[in-house]
């Protein structure tokens, strides 16, 4: 009579033979490795040809990274201009203030900050649509984890400073959440 089951190979689900090959463990292991070395020589193939290019062309090399980096701090750069051009005047002040709920760590009120930015105005000039060259020490910028600001020097030596924390704001996910604004 013919074996209905799947499993003609005995009891307990073996066929009898002996098991053959490579073990389940060595092989993930064997897979590990593969991908390691992989990894390995597209680092050092990255490298050498990083080296390449650098040595190819030191100066566009260098207008490359200078580029990408514009590149990031432009938003931040043209928020600056616009909160400097907007708190030049009291409705731009207090639109700010209003703006930027945060700010209320460094100014607990608007008629504190609203003082604060009527001290400022003498102080303020307009600044320059183009980003100052990233040699020069006119333009400073640091973003991490938690946050991130950016300074600027007016050619008079006084500074404007915006600072943020990470979270994003609720109206606006493409702008900060400003914790921070002062002149020097």
Not at 117 to 128: F, Q, T
Request: net charge neutral; glycine share 10%.
């Amino acid at each position: 009579m013919a074996d209905s089951s799947w499993d003609n190979g005995g009891a307990g689900g073996t066929s009898g033979f002996p098991k053959s090959g490579m073990s389940t463990w060595l092989k993930v292991g064997l897979g590990c490795g593969i991908v390691a070395l992989l990894l390995l020589a597209t680092c050092i193939g990255g490298s050498f040809y990083l080296q390449h290019k650098i040595k190819q062309d030191p100066k566009g090399f260098e207008r490359q990274i200078k580029g990408m980096v514009q590149a990031k701090i432009q938003d931040d750069w043209n928020f600056l201009r616009k909160a400097v051009e907007q708190i030049s005047t009291e409705e731009g002040a207090k639109a700010f203030y209003a703006a930027n709920p945060k700010l209320v760590g460094q100014y607990p009120s608007e008629s504190t900050f609203l003082e604060a930015a009527k001290s400022w105005r003498p102080e303020l000039e307009p600044i320059p649509e183009a980003m100052p060259d990233l040699d020069s020490h006119d333009l400073q910028y640091t973003q991490n984890i938690r946050g991130g600001w950016l300074s600027y020097r007016f050619p008079s030596g006084k500074h404007v400073r915006l600072a943020w924390d990470s979270q994003r704001s609720d109206s606006n996910p493409n702008s900060h959440q400003l914790v921070e604004f002062t002149v020097r």
